[in-house]
DNA sequence: AACAATATGTCAACCGGTTGACATATGAAA
DNA sequence: TTTCATATGTCAACCGGTTGACATATTGTT
């Protein structure tokens, strides 16, 4: 069985307080005490029960992830910071992939209630919801409205749609059609999308916004649709890379005929297709936010919070646009 | 303050222990009561604590994951998996990015340990250890020996290895080169290197190995010490596309001149470099081995469990080898 | 010598849920 | 009527660590 701590008491010579004393460093310990527990724990390859010691202190130090899928590397990178900067501040992370899923999502809510986490850190799905105002349990979102007592982080969305569409306008493209995710849910991305139309219409240019949901059909309605598409932004990587690989299959030159832009600039992005023009999101940063916006809930109970957090993203220009 | 159970008993009008048996299905509960139970848990908001539950019954259903980092596709994408199918047995998932770094390793191991989780399934760094040797704790590595006695799932790294050199060299490369990451690690994913090996010299070609440990100045290097270079099989799909990348710089075109062939075919390399030849692996049964062998060993202690587990994986042939 | 500060021990309550032992009550079947 | 399956309650121990109260030594200081 397993070591507790009576345990240790016994090998070391000394009662269980003494040990408690010195795991917690708490009260007067002998120099020579602590080496002997010390030496006992080793001995016995004794490891704290954090359960016990959970239940009693009523924290547990875990922060509950729900995101839809560490599949996608925007994702990935984001929890990865997440994990990071929660490891260096001793808080462990509960992974949950959502997979957009509203019932998904709901299952994990409820077993991240019952698992007592201290906090949740969440960039999924949302709708109908009031399930994330969670009485004293601290919630963040990323890049997701939760409610309107929810903190949010997110990137300037809106900044990074202007820069995009501005950028194919000044290249000269005429005929620019915006591409982006599901809309139906409220998300700060959609400003990606407001940003798109207002510069378009600030420069006497005609919006075009197509949906995607599923399929990269989309795509192929749209070049058929609009043959005399010369620039596309995209609301992420992966996207812009299907329209560039629908152009290549079309024989449309790129740049030359079509300049394309996405949004997100992750790492493996930036690996896999460095031609790409992008917008480039602060993810480390928006990582950085979340968390200490979630600590400091955690913290000072109900201090007031900054409701919405917004960090600038950064334009890359590749090939995709042209020189 | 949270509701406990024998809050939930006092609304329902039961004792706690009846609380108690509807929320473990144990005994006997009549139907009227389970509602009473079920509609006081509701009215109260209350969720059972986990934490109390795991102390007592010596079960977290918890498992630790320990990759290099969910920023990689490869690993995000098997992350993904695993979180999943942990899932859907009742198990929940902490994540840890070791970053390749030995002391987070360790450290990771210990946190796991404090916490109680009912195993470890590992992907990362090894050499000194067998530290991950823990008594009554079930681990599995993937891709990765962990101990002489830890059972391990990988994909056919050999046959994967073989493959990739084949096609090149039915494509008519004559000059192969194979570029892998640092190989002071032992692991299965060496095969590879092995394979390309066996194969070069089987048909009477010389193998030549660089190994990548840090930076792209590497692939630079190899262009400039091997002009006539014409085919190469890259340990993964991100060393294949700073090749393919290089090699545009230096004009050198793609199939015609140099026939390129990487390794891993994550969702997202098929999305954003359709182009590029590679092995896939099999991430998701990859995944669902390595679950079902974890589960195993927790189940049926110390039931014999089968070592060694090479999953199959499959060619993909792209433009970057040629038609 | 008196008084602190330091060092350690004993003991019990507590965190919230689980479980087994045992008591009791009801209704139905034998 | 007896007996049994069903239904629920009471009670206490337990999981492993934490904490406060209190006792007792041993130092060192003044």
Redesign the interface.
């Known amino acids: 069985m ?1 070591p507790k701590i009576e345990d240790v008491a016994k090998v070391a010579g000394v009662s269980p307080t003494t040990v408690s004393r010195v795991l917690n460093n708490r009260g007067y310990i002998g120099e020579n005490t602590r080496i002997k527990v010390h030496k006992a724990m080793e001995q016995l ?1 004794y ?6 010691r ?2 009693f202190i009523k924290k ?1 130090f875990l922060i509950g ?1 729900i995101f839809p ?5 925007f ?3 984001l ?2 910071h997440l ?2 900067i929660a ?1 260096t501040l001793g808080y ?6 959502s997979q957009g899923r509203e019932d998904k999502e709901k299952n994990y809510l ?2 991240l ?4 986490v201290d906090g949740i850190i969440a960039g999924a799905h949302n709708k109908g919801i009031e399930e994330y105002e969670i ?2 349990l601290p919630v963040v979102g990323v890049d997701r409205y939760l409610s309107s007592k929810i903190p949010v982080v997110s990137s300037d969305n809106y900044h990074g749609g202007k820069l995009a569409t501005q950028l194919l306008i000044n290249k000269g493209c005429k005929n620019i059609i915006h591409i982006n995710g599901p809309i139906s849910l409220e998300t700060p991305a959609n400003l990606r999308r407001k940003a798109y139309e207002d510069i378009m219409r600030a420069n006497q240019l005609t919006p075009l916004t197509y949906e995607i949901d599923d399929h990269f059909k989309i795509i192929k309605q749209l070049f058929e649709e609009n043959p005399r598409v010369d620039g596309i932004f995209a609301s992420d ?2 996207i812009a ?2 329209v560039i ?1 629908q152009a290549k299959e079309r024989n449309i030159d790129i740049p030359t005929d079509l300049k394309v832009i996405g949004y997100d600039g ?4 930036r ?4 031609e790409l023009s992008t917008v480039q999101q602060p993810i480390k940063e928006i990582a950085e936010k979340a968390i200490e916006l979630l600590v400091k809930q955690m913290d000072d109970k109900d201090d007031a919070i900054q409701l919405e957090t917004i960090i600038p993203g950064k334009l890359i220009e590749g090939e995709t646009t042209g020189g």
């Open positions: 397993k390859n490891y704290p029960n954090e359960v016990a959970s239940l547990t992830l899928t560490t599949s996608n590397p994702y990935g990178q929890i990865f994990e990071n490891a462990k992370v509960l992974l949950c992939n409820n077993m209630q019952r698992n007592q009485p004293n990587d992966l890379s299907q690989r992750t790492e493996t992005t690996l896999l297709l460095p």
